[in-house]
């Protein structure tokens, strides 16, 4: 009952939270045992926001130390379809205890349950795959081996694609790929187990690099992030792929195949972009201008009369930002200050964030209730609050995203009229950033490599 209680919360919360939508390549099977395989970027968030999404129920597991609790806390956990899962950071000792925790995700799977496993059995906020661990390719092929009847298992690969994880009203998309069969491998591992196992594990690793947008080298991340808006509006790209979060997600897709290919191809063009979108990055931040002018979509120069329009605008819209900030905006924005200043690992900051909040409102939520009831002159008010509450969440990420575009553009006039040669010097690095996009793409387009449609 927790667990789809929860669902239906965290579905308003990560909407908050995230721009999310998922794309199925195959639609998950019902009634047969399923293992969900994604890439791990952000901590709490990415279990969740999958178990959320998805339409079957999913068994799902978290550190093991989270289970030292009272028992209450150890009802809740159960309740909400969580497993323990122990790392050698909580002790050798309690390694073992996994033994319980594996025989248990064997047994559920002969159930005909849904799992949902971290192949990469770390959480690290890149923008790639790492190299996979052999402890799911353990699990499933035990099922095969404990079952009289050779249950098969269907393992779908899952792409978390987050433009930008830790931030407030970013983008997420969740692809589903073409699952992996037990079935397939079972022939070869009769003659040889670890052979097997190694070839399972290569190929789910394949499949999940082939729908997550992966850069290879750690030297080219920073690189990667300042391009994101570049890339999803970049000329190039217009008209190839379809319009929406999915364009930007092939768009972006592409953009990182053709990083890698230029990495070993070109090295000098890649790392003469690298240092052009540093100075860029420098560029912007001096001017207190947000990153995403780099965006296609923004012009170069709006006239006075667009930006006094979409200000208008902007200000119509204000009552609306208003009764959603002092309604619970305010109390993300607590939690996002008291989670910056407690979390150290980057991976972490948004679920703490993402928690604090959701906690938080509830609280403050039942305290507006009780206020306008006691105080109202009539319970109308008390049903408008109820209602409107939670839907003035879903206005502070556009609001807050259109505030940033609009004040950048009218800083780079600002900056056009006062500083003239530093904001040629800025276009000059664009104009030769957009180029180097162009022929990387172009490069990338006329090789084939496998895995990048």
Not at 388 to 406: D, Q, V
Request: some cysteine.
């Amino acid at each position: 009952m927790l667990y789809y209680v929860l669902k239906i919360l965290y579905q308003l919360f990560y909407r908050t939270y995230y721009k999310v939508e998922i794309r199925y390549e195959a639609e998950i099977a019902t009634g047969v045992p399923v293992v969900l395989a994604p890439n791990h970027v952000n901590a709490f968030i990415d279990p969740t926001i999958i178990a959320t999404w998805i339409r079957r129920k999913v068994r799902f597991f978290a550190r093991g130390d989270v289970f030292r609790t009272s028992a209450f806390g150890r009802w809740a956990l159960e309740s909400m379809n969580i497993s323990p899962i122990y790392r050698i950071q909580e002790g050798y000792a309690d390694l073992k205890k996994n033994d319980a925790t594996f025989e248990e995700s064997k047994q559920r799977l002969l159930r005909g349950e849904a799992l949902l496993i971290f192949p990469e059995a770390v959480c690290e906020q890149v923008p790639k795959v790492r190299k996979l661990k052999k402890g799911l390719a353990r699990i499933v092929f035990g099922v095969y081996e404990e079952s009289a009847l050779r249950r098969n298992v269907l393992i779908y690969p899952v792409g978390l694609n987050y433009w930008e994880p830790a931030r407030f009203g970013s983008k997420l998309l969740i692809v589903v790929g073409n699952p992996l069969s037990l079935e397939d491998y079972t022939a070869r591992y009769k003659e040889n187990k670890a052979d097997t196992l190694r070839q399972f594990t290569a190929d789910l690793e394949k499949a999940m690099k082939a729908i997550t947008i992966c850069v290879e080298e750690e030297t080219l991340y920073p690189v990667y992030q300042r391009l994101i808006s570049r890339v999803s509006g970049h000329p190039v790209n217009k008209g190839k792929w379809e319009r929406g979060m999915y364009g930007e997600y092939r768009g972006l897709m592409e953009f990182s195949g053709a990083l890698n290919h230029g990495f070993v191809s070109d090295p000098e063009m890649v790392s003469a972009l690298a240092e052009e979108t540093r100075e860029m990055a420098e560029g912007l931040n001096k001017g207190n201008i947000n990153r995403h002018w780099m965006s296609g979509s923004h012009q170069e120069n709006p006239s006075v009369s667009h930006l006094l329009f979409c200000s208008l605008l902007l200000v119509l819209s204000l009552p609306f930002f208003l009764f959603g900030w002092f309604s619970g905006g305010m109390v993300f924005d607590f939690a996002y200050r008291r989670a910056k200043k407690k979390v150290r690992k980057i991976e972490f900051h948004a679920s703490v964030h993402a928690m604090m909040g959701m906690l938080f409102w509830f609280a403050y939520y039942a305290i507006g209730i009780t206020l306008i009831a006691v105080l109202a002159p009539h319970y109308i008010w008390s049903l408008l609050y109820v209602v409107a509450a939670p839907i003035s969440l879903l206005t502070m990420a556009p609001f807050l995203n259109a505030w940033r575009s609009i004040s950048s553009a009218w800083k780079l006039r600002r900056l056009l009229r006062s500083k003239h040669a530093e904001a040629e010097r800025i276009r000059g690095l664009r104009e030769k950033i957009t180029g180097r996009i162009a022929s990387l793409i172009n490069a990338y387009r006329n090789v084939q490599i496998p895995g990048r449609n």
